[in-house]
């Protein structure tokens, strides 16, 4: 009799809880609205972690809206390279747009925060930086420039240096060094700092300039390296990890803001659970993929980063960067990542 009466007491408040969810959240307006139509864009494979939990993200929603919120996705650069598609995400052209901080540097300045050499030892560091103070911090200021970005950052991962000429064991074998880098300020005063000459070239283009050796190489995480068949065109794999990179999964301000509020909240928590899961997918794919790069014919090699971040400070790289990040944003980053020289 006690349990039949406390299992009707809980559904009834369970009921009238999720009466109340609904209530404020406007419950009726999948129902009665119409339908709502996003773009979504990025610079990467369709087989890549970042795509596949997107897909599943789209999908979700839609099931859940009843079909009445639909998302396309335009993977792979389809709708131009990260330069252009940052300039349609802020036009309104496409509604969703995850982009590396370096790259959104352009418009963000502190958004390259995170990108600063041998800031990150190792993950743990990286999840509680990015999704604590300094995260947040990083978001603030995005939100300034009518974008809206999602709290949790997608991770592309610890960066390593590929090339079709030579292994890169120190910082002086990247003097003169004919380097891709992304389009960002910060990535091209760090190859700078290095003695390199570094070209900032969209990712879309990255394939057919090394494939043409208009570069020498290119740096990015294993997982890219793969999937985006670099080592088609690469022969030697430095592990450097010089830096980590994410991409910050941002939304036009004007569109987002005139979402409604049960809307946002389905796409948030879908996107949200993606970017959780390709974090995983990412993680469990930089364990297995040495040895299948290998395979496929590339030479690892493991320099020691000591020669690297003697020849930054020497170079003044991180006097120059803690002045134009300042004090207040170089002590959130350091919070986590301890003292830089
Ligand atoms: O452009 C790159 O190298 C990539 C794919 O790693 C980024 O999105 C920054």
Known sequence: ?????????????????????????????????????FKWANNIPVTHPSNIRVREAVDAIKKESNGRVDISVFPNNQLGGD????????SGAIDFFPLSGLILQTLVPLAGINGLAFAFKDYQTVWQA???????????????????SFDRILDNGFRNITTSTKPINT?????GFKIRVPVSPLWTSM???????????????????????????????????????????????????HMWDGQWVLANGRRWAATPADVQALITKHVTEAVMKQRDDIRRLNNGLEAQLKAKGMVFNYPDVK??????SKAGFYKEWREKF????MGKLEKYAGKLA
Do not use: W
């Open 1 to 37: 009799m006690t349990k039949q009466l406390s299992r009707n007491r809980r559904s009834f408040i369970q009921a009238t809880a999720s009466a109340g969810a609904l209530a404020s959240l406007g419950a009726p307006v999948f129902a009665q609205s119409a339908p709502l139509t």
């Open 191 to 241: 190859f700078k700092a290095f003695g390199s000459a570094p070209t900032g070239i969209n990712f879309s283009e990255v394939y057919s300039a090394l494939q043409t050796r208009v570069v020498e190489g290119q740096e990015n995480p294993l997982a890219i390296i793969d999937i985006a068949k670099l080592y088609e065109v690469q022969k030697y794999c430095s592990m450097t990890g």
């Open 83 to 90: 330069t252009d598609m940052l300039s349609q995400v802020r």
């Open 130 to 148: 990015m999704d604590g103070e300094l995260g947040a911090y990083i978001r603030a200021a995005i939100g300034k420039v009518n974008l809206h």
């Open 171 to 175: 910082a002086a074998d990247l003097q």
């Open 326 to 329: 300042g004090e207040e944003a």
């Open 307 to 312: 020669s690297f971040r003697d020849a930054l």
